[in-house]
């Protein structure tokens, strides 16, 4: 593989440095600090990053036609702070993880969904999106004895995949890398041997996806989850990490796989369902997704297999 230019590699060095000490800096501070700080971060960023803060009342006004102007400027700056506020209690690490239960709710009923799907033998494949505080909802799990694995996407700079494997491991999440060689068999090999094979499918990335509808819209959204489920029997669960007074609450669902020799038919309505429960979770708490992403950037060709006339509606929670 050819090597990145020197500028682009020193470049990539400093970042790691800057992340690296930024993180020890915030590493000692209460959950508290540092979520009033990020908060602060977050309303700043929507004011000076101009070209995110398009990007995220772009996506409203697709999302939310209904809405006025002024309201959309309200949930994208939100947004902001809620992304700033999650950022830095993630990076609280010692705080983090001594008040982990306290912070993240679980009930009971919710838990019973994730036991039922693995008392199955066959593995979870447990599907969440950019909601909430996602790397919460892998800690918490992790952490209350599940076995959990979780794809991830590589940064640009292998010290800063490292570096988030890392802080992952220590709540008890490892992750495959998907760019990976054998990440495919690494998947494969979790759900048979029963563990929870965790996956966000809320974004446009240059992954095979399956065009379903998303606010109305059709939407890219990687169908790995679905297919994995097909190929392996494994029981398919949904979950969400929401912010709520005090801290966060952490609800499941479990999404029938279709019953149909049609693997394709099947992988479709699947990743339809699984996209509508996303939808549902956003609905919920909109200040709580990355507005900033362009989900609809990729468009559908003519040779694309025909969407569902609608995702199935998710039962209300």
């Not at 020193?10 to 790691?16: A, H, I, Q």
């Not at 240059?206 to 509808?213: A, G, N």
């Not at 990729?298 to 209300?316: G, H």
Request: proline letters at 6%.
């Amino acid at each position: 593989m050819e090597r990145p230019p020197l500028a682009k590699r020193l470049k990539r060095f400093l970042r790691y440095l800057l992340i690296r000490g930024v993180l020890l800096l915030l590493q000692p501070l209460p959950l508290g600090v540092a979520r009033a700080l990020g908060a602060r971060l977050g309303a700043l960023a929507y004011t000076l990053v101009g070209g995110e803060r398009r990007k995220a009342l772009k996506s409203l006004a697709v999302a939310f036609p209904e809405k006025s102007d002024a309201e959309r400027q309200a949930v994208a700056r939100d947004a902001f702070r809620h992304l700033g506020a999650a950022a830095l209690e993630v990076a609280c690490t010692g705080a983090l993880d001594r008040g982990l239960e306290r912070l993240v709710a679980w009930p009971e009923e919710d838990r019973r969904v994730l036991e039922t799907a693995l008392a199955r033998g066959r593995g979870v494949v447990f599907v969440s999106g950019h909601v909430g505080n996602w790397e919460l909802l892998a800690r918490r799990v992790a952490r209350a004895g599940y076995p959990s694995q979780s794809i991830a996407k590589e940064t640009t700079d292998p010290r800063l995949t490292e570096l988030v494997g890392r802080f992952r491991e220590r709540g008890g999440v490892r992750s495959i890398w998907r760019g990976q060689e054998g990440a495919a068999r690494a998947m494969l090999r979790a759900l048979r041997s029963g563990e929870i094979l965790g996956i966000l499918i809320d974004q446009d990335t240059r992954v095979q996806s399956l065009f379903v509808p998303f606010f109305g819209q059709l939407a890219a959204t990687p169908r790995a989850a679905a297919d994995l489920a097909i190929r392996t029997g494994a029981a398919v669960v949904t979950g969400f990490c929401h912010r709520v007074e005090g801290g966060y609450h952490l609800s499941m669902e479990e999404v029938p796989v279709p019953q149909t020799d049609d693997r394709e038919a099947a992988a479709l309505e699947l990743t339809a369902a699984l996209s509508a429960r996303i939808e549902a979770a956003i609905r919920r708490t909109p200040e709580q997704w990355v507005w900033m992403h362009q989900r609809w950037k990729t468009r559908p060709s003519p040779a694309a297999p025909s969407p569902l006339p609608e995702a199935a509606p998710a039962p209300a929670r």
